[in-house]
């Protein structure tokens, strides 16, 4: 069963000079217990999606269902199902953990007893700050506990509005093993993201940029995608590097990768020694190529050319 | 000659010590990577450095100024911007730049020049007169690298300039950076995203207030046997013992 359907959404909204395409016909499904990945920088349109599909914002046309229910007919019943993280922390800052977690819970009708091994996990992370208000704790703190209030009245579609942003590379992999494990008890997971490593962590992504879905598929399916022979390169000066490669006629693209370079070539079977020839009558002696395989940022990148 | 030097620096809230003793220097024109897990204590050393909190303790010159005694030198002569807030949404491009101009004592000879440079290097001559909130999030953060720079300080502290941004921008973004070195101006950046922390000359890494590895990107991936940084720093940031709570 299809666990979220979005079927043709648009949505503008009024700026200073005219208006500004949120959404631009945007269609996708989430299959149940999957857990799907919307990846896009900041302004792309994913939080206003996630207002629509938990009906919070009425879409300008196009239609949406989660769990089989209607966003706009059916809203009431889509409330009682949904659990959502906003990307801005929401819970109530002078109360304590424990009271915004039984606030929650008393909301949907249930009680922290009832649903706690769905939480306990994380809840135990927290618990010997149960006192403190929710204002005084740490981001990581204050994003385990909004999980929580998230998931004490057991929702079967969960959406997580950039749970990771501004956190720490270690604390980012410890959300995403805390998402897999709520995976194992059956709730569809949406997540948006606007770090392109956390995609390949998601059974699906749908990559979004300024309102249009630019690709839905696996992660390896969009890896794939690239097209082209993707080639990495390294040289003594990067910078200098990256200059001469960005103005040779043979290069579609080269972008730095941490420590090299991504290089995409026109034409499929560029020989490389051409290239390194060329680089050596430019004073770059050193630079080494070597085949390598794309990342979702390289594809993204790809699809943001076209 | 060191743009910052920091000898045994720290920081204590109450009986929290959030900086512990640090120990570094910047070089001149130095890319300078400041890592560190959230809570490990980078923003107090940052506001330290940049003048705006006192220390309990320690010794440091910032851009020649000594940080206790001339603190609001030091101000003048470096440039600060974040994520968070940079620029004023409510006025135009154009106007920000002249609001910061003046805040830096720049003449309206100065202020004019600048702003036209400014404008046609980001190839923004034709919005020069829209709303900062109007403009996508890349281009604010660009325009408030530049407006950062209006006074052509010595340093610049970028307090994790590219969250949230599209991966090319991102790049372009650092293409900015490598132009403002290469002409001569101090980075220190501090970023979550560990590729950047490869494009550094150096990166130092904070761990419970204290730094615990500072080196070349190559170094450090050598001395903890990682193939890239993110390993490098996941290995570190776990020894942490207080977290971020």
């Known amino acids: 069963m299809k666990s979220v359907i979005v079927n043709g959404v648009q949505k503008s909204f009024k700026a200073n000079k005219g208006s500004v395409q949120a959404l631009k016909e945007i269609s996708f499904?989430?299959?149940?217990?999957?857990?799907?990945?919307?990846?896009?920088?900041?302004?792309?349109?994913?939080?206003?999606?996630?207002?629509?599909?938990?009906?919070?914002?009425?879409?300008?046309?196009?239609?949406?269902?989660?769990?089989?229910?209607?966003?706009?007919?059916?809203?009431?019943?889509?409330?009682?199902?949904?659990?959502?993280?906003?990307?801005?922390f929401s819970l109530y800052q002078d109360l304590s953990v424990e009271e915004n977690l039984s606030f929650f819970a008393t909301l949907f009708d249930t009680t922290i007893e009832e649903n706690y091994d769905l939480v306990k996990d994380i809840y135990i992370q927290i618990e010997k700050?149960?006192?403190?208000?929710?204002?005084?704790?740490?981001?990581?703190?204050?994003?385990?506990?909004?999980?929580?209030?998230?998931?004490?009245?057991?929702?079967?579609?969960?959406?997580?509005?950039?749970?990771?942003?501004?956190?720490?590379?270690?604390?980012?992999?410890?959300?995403?093993?805390?998402?897999?494990?709520?995976?194992?008890?059956?709730?569809?997971?949406?997540?948006?993201?606007?770090?392109?490593?956390?995609?390949?962590?998601?059974?699906?992504?749908?990559?979004?940029q300024q309102g249009s879905l630019l690709d839905i598929d696996t992660p390896k399916g969009i890896m794939n995608k690239l097209g082209k022979p993707l080639w990495s390169v390294r040289a003594s000066d990067m910078y200098v590097l990256m200059k001469e490669l960005k103005s040779m006629y043979e290069v579609f693209s080269c972008y730095p990768f941490g420590q090299e370079h991504h290089v995409i070539f026109h034409n499929d079977g560029q020989s490389i020694l051409e290239i390194e020839t060329a680089l050596k009558k430019k004073g770059i002696a050193d630079a080494q190529f070597k085949r390598t395989e794309p990342t979702i940022e390289d594809s993204f990148m790809k699809l943001m050319n076209k | 000659m060191n743009a910052i030097a920091v000898q045994n620096l720290t920081k204590q809230f109450g009986s929290f010590t959030a900086v512990d003793n640090i120990s570094f220097d910047v070089k001149r024109g130095e890319i300078f990577g400041f890592l560190g897990a959230?809570?490990?204590?980078?923003?107090?050393?940052?506001?330290?450095l940049c003048g705006l909190s006192f220390p309990t303790r320690?010794?440091?010159?910032?851009?020649?100024?000594?940080?206790?005694?001339?603190?609001?030198?030091?101000?003048?002569?470096?440039?600060?911007?974040?994520?968070?807030?940079?620029?004023?949404?409510?006025?135009?491009?154009?106007?920000?730049?002249?609001?910061?101009?003046?805040?830096?004592?720049?003449?309206?000879g100065q202020i004019k020049s600048k702003t036209d440079f400014m404008l046609q290097h980001l190839g923004l001559s034709e919005q020069a007169n829209t709303l900062v909130k109007s403009l996508p999030l890349g281009w604010r953060q660009k325009l408030s690298f530049s407006v950062a720079m209006v006074h052509e300080p010595q340093i610049v502290f970028l307090d994790e300039p590219t969250g949230g941004v599209d991966p090319v921008t991102r790049r372009e973004f650092w293409t900015m950076i490598y132009e403002a070195a290469h002409a001569g101006t101090t980075v220190f950046v501090t970023t979550h995203y560990m590729d950047e922390a490869e494009y550094c000359d150096r990166v130092s890494i904070m761990v419970d207030g204290r730094i615990d590895a500072l080196g070349t990107p190559t170094e450090l991936k050598e001395q903890f046997s990682a193939s890239d940084m993110a390993g490098v720093f996941l290995k570190l940031a776990r020894r942490a013992k207080r977290g971020d709570d």
């Not at chain 1, 217990?33 to 914002?57: H, N, Q, S, V, Y």
């Open chain 1, 29 to 88: 499904d989430v299959e149940q217990g999957e857990l799907f990945g919307l990846i896009g920088p900041d302004g792309a349109g994913k939080t206003t999606l996630f207002r629509i599909l938990t009906t919070l914002m009425i879409a300008d046309s196009g239609s949406a269902s989660v769990d089989g229910f209607d966003v706009v007919k059916d809203f009431k019943a889509i409330r009682k199902r949904v659990g959502y993280m906003p990307g801005r």
């Open chain 1, 129 to 208: 700050f149960k006192h403190r208000k929710a204002g005084a704790l740490s981001g990581g703190m204050k994003q385990k506990l909004a999980l929580c209030c998230a998931l004490i009245h057991k929702p079967s579609v969960l959406f997580l509005d950039e749970p990771t942003t501004g956190v720490d590379a270690v604390s980012r992999q410890e959300f995403w093993e805390l998402l897999r494990q709520l995976q194992k008890q059956n709730i569809t997971i949406v997540v948006s993201t606007p770090y392109m490593d956390e995609a390949s962590l998601c059974d699906r992504v749908a990559l979004i």
């Open chain 2, 38 to 48: 959230n809570g490990a204590g980078k923003t107090t050393a940052m506001r330290m």
């Open chain 2, 58 to 108: 320690g010794e440091a010159t910032v851009a020649g100024f000594d940080l206790f005694r001339e603190a609001e030198k030091i101000k003048k002569s470096i440039g600060y911007m974040s994520q968070k807030f940079s620029l004023y949404e409510d006025l135009t491009i154009k106007e920000n730049i002249r609001f910061y101009g003046g805040i830096y004592g720049l003449t309206d």
